[in-house]
């Protein structure tokens, strides 16, 4: 699986909406407790499957 890279691009009570960085469009919406802890808006995130980590 290929590694993606996100922004948090906002929060919204438990949940984080990320925004592909890649130039996509492409907005994931996630549960909280599936990110590291710490992050908050504006945070960069690489994500290789099953794992997200702060870069």
């Known amino acids: 699986m290929e590694e ?3 922004i948090v ?5 438990e949940y984080a909406y990320l925004k592909d960085v890649g130039g996509n469009d ?3 919406f996630i549960a909280m407790a599936l990110l590291p802890p710490g992050i ?5 995130l ?3 499957f099953p794992d ?3 870069i």
């Not at 691009?9 to 009570?13: A, E, L, N, Y």
């Not at 908050?40 to 960069?44: A, E, I, K």
């Open 26 to 28: 492409e907005e994931l």
């Open 52 to 54: 997200f980590e702060v």
């Open 4 to 6: 993606k890279e996100y």
């Open 40 to 44: 908050d808006v504006g945070t960069r």
């Open 9 to 13: 691009s906002r929060i919204d009570g």
């Open 46 to 48: 690489r994500y290789t």
